[in-house]
Structures are given as structure tokens and as C-alpha cells.
């Protein structure tokens, strides 16, 4: 909606799912966690400008981004961040998944997490689209991390332009770095590209899930 346009807003899959995040506390021995997935047009290189914002974060990327370590990794991480090609599966919402080192990483396998990440940036093409399953319920990545405890996903509802998604990344983890909660966080770096067309349409692909 227009009148939302210079607003932060987060949306949530239902009220319960808000309630869980909302109450949700990051954990205390948490840590940063960067995975970059193959095939990017960057070529994950922008990770190294995601790093610098972080103290002693755990980056990811090439033949290490493997499905399991890439679990491993973010697993009770207080941030994550995945930059990775997106398959939203439109006939069975758990098989959308993310394109990692030795193939896709589905709704399934995020369900294994002992403790999803806090808060989680899904720098991936469609990977912030659900699907409905009965009356009351959407299923996908972002439903999935939402109902097991995450507070807050940022993901595109789009295909997006993987050059023009670094700017917005390096802005949003930047405000993220300074304090910024991830609604804020997503709503200054938009405002950073509002002079670019490509950089504001690929911005406002980006929705905040959760609380």
C-alpha cells in the first residue's frame, strides 16, 4: 500500500505465530552466521562486506556450504544470513528449499534445528512465499521458521536481481550491526536506495516476517 511505503512493517503467517516470536528471546551464547550457496551471480562475494559489520562471525561459502554444516551453523546463531538461489515449490510447500554446496536445503531439513537463529536474512529468490494448506495455515521457509521460535525472517516474495540485492544487504546488516531491530534495519536501507529504481524494486521485494 502506498501510504505504508516509508514505514516499517513486519507480517506475520497468523496471531499465534506472532504471539511465539514476539515472546521469543535471542539466545544468550548466540552468534552471526553468513552462508553463501553456489551459482550466485555475485558469487557470494559480498559476504566479506556482511562480515566486516560483525564481530567474529561464521562464514560459509563454496564446497563448505553443505546442507549439514550449514544447519549446524545456524542453529542457535542470534543472526543469520543465507544468500542462496530459492525454489518455492507451489505443489508441496515443504520441498521449497535453498540451493546449497551439495543441493536444495527444504522446509524438512530447517525443521531438524534445535534452536532456529533469532532472527534470519533469506537473501534468495521466492523464499518468503507461502502457500495455503486448509482454512488456516501457510506453508514454506518463512512459516516454518516462524513456528519453531524465529522472530524475525526478512525474505523477497520475487525473484530478485542478485547484484542489486548487495546494496540492500550491506545496509540492512549495517543497521542491524549499529542496534537497529530487523523491521528498522529493512526500512533505513530502503530508504538508502530510493533514488535507483533497480536497487528500490529489488528493496521492496524484502518483507519482515514475525514480530
Same mark, same amino acid.
Given at each position: /500500500?502506498?501510504?505504508?511505503?516509508?514505514? !516499517?512493517?513486519? %507480517?506475520?503467517?497468523?496471531?499465534?505465530?506472532?504471539?511465539?516470536?514476539?515472546?521469543?528471546?535471542?539466545?544468550?551464547?548466540?552468534?552471526?552466521?553468513?552462508?553463501?550457496?553456489?551459482?550466485?551471480?555475485? *558469487?557470494?562475494?559480498?559476504? *566479506?562486506?556482511?562480515?566486516? =559489520?560483525?564481530?567474529?562471525?561464521?562464514? /560459509?561459502?563454496?564446497?563448505?556450504? +553443505?546442507?549439514? #554444516?550449514?544447519?549446524?551453523?545456524?542453529?542457535?546463531? &542470534?543472526?543469520?544470513?543465507?544468500?542462496?538461489? !530459492? &525454489?518455492? #515449490?507451489?505443489?508441496?510447500?515443504?520441498?521449497?528449499?535453498? #540451493?546449497?554446496?551439495?543441493?536444495?536445503? &527444504?522446509?524438512?531439513?530447517?525443521?531438524?534445528?534445535?534452536?532456529?537463529?533469532?532472527?534470519?536474512?533469506?537473501?534468495?529468490?521466492?523464499? *518468503?512465499?507461502?502457500?495455503?494448506?486448509?482454512?488456516?495455515?501457510?506453508?514454506?521457509?518463512?512459516?516454518?521458521?516462524?513456528?519453531?521460535?524465529? &522472530?524475525?525472517?526478512?525474505?523477497?516474495?520475487?525473484?530478485?536481481?542478485?547484484?542489486? +540485492?548487495?546494496?540492500?544487504?550491506?545496509?540492512?546488516? =549495517?543497521?542491524?550491526?549499529?542496534? /537497529? !531491530?530487523?523491521?528498522?534495519?529493512?526500512?533505513?536501507?530502503?530508504?538508502?536506495? =530510493?533514488?535507483?529504481?533497480?536497487? #528500490?524494486? +529489488?528493496?521492496?521485494?524484502?518483507? %519482515?516476517?514475525?514480530?
Amino acid at each position: /500500500l502506498p501510504g505504508l511505503a516509508d514505514l !516499517g512493517v513486519s %507480517v506475520s503467517p497468523s496471531s499465534q505465530a506472532w504471539r511465539r516470536a514476539d515472546a521469543t528471546r535471542p539466545p544468550r551464547d548466540g552468534h552471526v552466521a553468513l552462508v553463501s550457496g553456489p551459482g550466485l551471480a555475485t *558469487g557470494g562475494g559480498e559476504l *566479506g562486506a556482511l562480515a566486516a =559489520a560483525h564481530k567474529d562471525p561464521t562464514v /560459509l561459502t563454496g564446497p563448505d556450504a +553443505t546442507a549439514e #554444516r550449514v544447519l549446524a551453523t545456524i542453529d542457535r546463531a &542470534t543472526l543469520a544470513h543465507i544468500a542462496a538461489h !530459492g &525454489t518455492f #515449490r507451489s505443489d508441496n510447500p515443504q520441498f521449497s528449499s535453498l #540451493r546449497l554446496a551439495d543441493g536444495p536445503l &527444504t522446509v524438512f531439513d530447517l525443521e531438524r534445528l534445535h534452536r532456529p537463529p533469532h532472527r534470519i536474512v533469506l537473501a534468495s529468490c521466492d523464499s *518468503g512465499v507461502m502457500a495455503p494448506a486448509g482454512a488456516d495455515e501457510l506453508l514454506g521457509l518463512v512459516t516454518c521458521l516462524v513456528s519453531l521460535g524465529t &522472530t524475525g525472517v526478512l525474505a523477497p516474495i520475487s525473484p530478485v536481481n542478485d547484484a542489486a +540485492t548487495v546494496g540492500f544487504m550491506v545496509a540492512v546488516h =549495517a543497521g542491524l550491526a549499529g542496534g /537497529l !531491530g530487523l523491521v528498522e534495519a529493512a526500512r533505513q536501507a530502503r530508504e538508502k536506495h =530510493a533514488d535507483d529504481a533497480l536497487a #528500490r524494486a +529489488t528493496a521492496a521485494s524484502f518483507l %519482515v516476517f514475525g514480530a
